[in-house]
């Protein structure tokens, strides 16, 4: 992102979750990264997660510091009844005042337990105690209310002046809001509370639109070369990459006046970017490489088996996690003891004895068989090493074959993973989908 | 956790994440929940999770203000060789030295891109270039190394000195790690570099030693109620519950002044929770259920054949992330439409026309019949709908039957799993998984 908009008039938001299950590693904090995505299309740039442990001074000290350094703080967690939910306590700290009651949050937690018919726990009073001054927010799916406060942004005292964050931060107080850490409660208050409100106060002069692009076939770096000042930083849009389990990710946010200007430029890069990469380019969004060849599959009205061994039935598996594919996947074999491919797949013996279960002649023929035994137009295959050691022939980890078999021909493509077993095997199942896709790229009606 | 042990003598560490794709959302930091365990099994107490965008300016004052409150800091991201790979950059600067070029650095990643026959991108020369004075951690994964290095904690210039974090922190120095963001790298140089390094350094007075136990069949209620005190706060071990797509998991973490006295406390723990949940535990640490089924198969030299529908490949794609099972799992068929499951697997045609192809009739003979393809001892099957729609016979989304066909018989089991389409692909799996644990735990010699 532009560094000069981190300050002055892009808000700055910081992020606090809260609980000693997350410091601790028990359980994985997912709500800053939900929170991130919606305050960036309100216009407020995340630039903080904090995660905290259930421990009073160390979160008061960390509200003090984000109070300083960012415009709106949200915490999540440490609203609950029990001894260890420090976060409204932390809060009116913070503030230098005393802890409340709030009747109407009183009534609501009564409500609730009248509800389920039970009594209300006594601890739960504390759910309804909130700091003097504080504004509750109701929590329709809970017993904890929200709470939205204000604080007065104390300057540093820290005589280092020229310290980065403390330029430009003009706004004489910040804005704290604390939601519950159950999922499903914070989700809820958000979108129909905390998010329309912020909406209003806010008057962003800017908005942020995200657009993310993948890609499969080439590396980070490649990839990076062939943009050529894309990913430089500073740009708008700003383009980051990134690479998981060997599929690269090119996101780009915008930052424009409004969304219609902010889509054009993504529009622009995007338009860019496919230019230089073509088909290394699968998917947006949420898009997996099965997607990709779904979509292809339904253009196409071909239908597909798969014969795998080193991959063990990922790719079938992976097919089949996109709805409707049952209408093109017919279905597979997963040949992984080498009898299996001669018995069931009928792969013939002289060819495994000649060159191995993990080479190109024997992914050949395991496409063609079981394209034939499905009687499907085309068929997918992989044999390979997936390690921790070389196969009895002496085939190295990480060498993996696919075939592909269609209704003119065969042929085999080999490529070298590096990696863990289940890398190895996830990337050699992609290798697959993807020979699949370039496959089917071919066989759309010129028109594309 | 005992607060007080918080400070003094316990070392406490914050956890940094880098990289924009973190704080934006758009992926979830999974590092640091991992780290923070083994931070916690040297003894080391994880009091800060701070997660940062690629922004130099950001990056260098959250590693200023973690070096004042942390004895020790893990920084994962940041290292691969792109412009908005800053990590190098920001340790540099928070040392005040310059970035030098470490020669046997360079060397391996120019070994790596010459061992994958491409030629090394001058961009990624970067990645060897490590702040003066500090030392390469060697990445036997990847290209990016390590960095390790110790910075002085400069005393917090800020005159509140009643600030509770200036208290017990005596050490003149702070250890900063740099690691790559890479999970697989991450975790390997950890285990093999970075922790055996930390345990000789750290001479903790208490350790703490985590075990974790898996269940599955019965829900988290169910088993907490079976369980008792177990679960209460402030126990030493202290238990977790944790549920994570249908398996349960019992986190315990003692606390002991010796390895063997926190290993006897956790011992007597799992007595009792073995006891109380008998066959619903299946495994411990990085257990999953496949795991387990195949240590069963090892122990009774059995084989096993597959066969899927709803679960298209799940079961032998999980069955098959296990080094060595090929010496037990012969393969499997994806029967996915039901015409495959007539012409490839054989199931009559009056089976399926009479009883719909989700149905306890049609799981037996899927079972039964992929058993005698692959001429196995055992062979395990799914059939069910996952949705987003019910099946064209009206069965509902969730209904899961799995059958299992051995030497003299065969069964079935019906399930109602609820979620979306991939949990309940997954969950059927696990469902067909546990199925055969069971059997197998019943044809072990009566000595176990």
Not at 242 to 249: E, G, K, L, V
């Amino acid at each position: 992102m532009d560094t000069v908009a981190h300050r002055g008039s892009i808000m700055r938001a910081e992020i606090i979750a809260v609980g000693t299950e997350l410091t601790s590693g028990q359980k994985l904090d997912t709500n800053s990264a939900w929170l991130s995505r919606r305050l960036l299309e309100l216009g407020v740039m995340p630039c903080w997660h904090t995660t905290l442990p259930d421990d009073l001074e160390i979160i008061v000290t960390a509200l003090d510091l984000s109070r300083q350094r960012a415009d709106l703080v949200v915490i999540t967690g440490g609203l609950g009844p029990t001894l260890d939910d420090l976060t409204r306590e932390a809060l009116a700290r913070l503030a230098g005042v005393e802890l409340v009651l709030h009747e109407p949050s009183l009534r609501h937690i009564e409500d609730i337990f009248a509800r389920r018919g039970r009594p209300m726990p006594e601890r739960n009073r504390l759910q309804a105690m909130l700091p003097r001054g504080a504004e509750a927010l109701p929590n329709p799916l809970g017993t904890a209310p929200g709470i939205w406060m204000t604080v007065p942004r104390t300057p540093c005292a820290c005589p280092r002046e020229e310290h980065p964050l403390n330029l430009g931060l003009a706004k004489p107080r910040t804005t704290l809001i604390a939601l519950p850490g159950v999922p499903s409660e914070l989700r809820t208050m958000w979108q129909t509370i905390v998010a329309p409100r912020l909406q209003q106060q806010l008057h962003s002069p800017l908005v942020f639109r995200e657009r993310v692009l993948h890609c499969f076939g080439l590396g980070e770096s490649a990839i990076e070369a062939k943009l050529g000042d894309l990913t430089k930083r500073g740009r708008n849009p700003e383009v980051g990459i990134t690479a998981s389990d060997a599929t690269i990710s090119l996101r780009l946010v915008a930052q424009a006046p409004t969304d219609a200007e902010a889509q054009a430029l993504l529009d622009a890069d995007e338009a860019f970017i496919r230019q230089q990469l073509g088909e290394v380019v699968f998917g947006s969004g949420d898009d997996e490489l099965q997607h990709a060849v779904a979509r292809l599959l339904e253009r196409t009205q071909l239908t597909l088996a798969t014969a795998e061994s080193v991959t063990g039935g990922l790719v079938a598996s992976r097919l089949t996690q996109v709805p409707g594919i049952s209408r093109f996947f017919r279905g597979g074999i997963v040949a992984y003891q080498t009898t299996s491919k001669a018995s069931v797949l009928g792969i013939p013996a002289h060819l495994l004895e000649q060159y191995g279960a993990v080479s190109a002649p024997v992914a050949e023929a395991m496409a063609q068989r079981v394209r034939q035994l499905f009687q499907a137009d085309l068929a997918i295959s992989t044999t390979g090493v997936a390690g921790p050691d070389p196969d009895e022939r002496g085939q190295p980890v990480g060498l993996v074959y696919v075939g592909l078999a269609w209704t003119n021909g065969v042929r085999c493509c080999e490529v070298r993973w590096f990696g863990e077993r289940l890398e190895i095997q996830s990337r050699a199942a992609k290798t697959a989908l993807n020979e699949l896709r370039l496959h089917l790229l071919r066989m759309l009606p010129a028109t594309r």
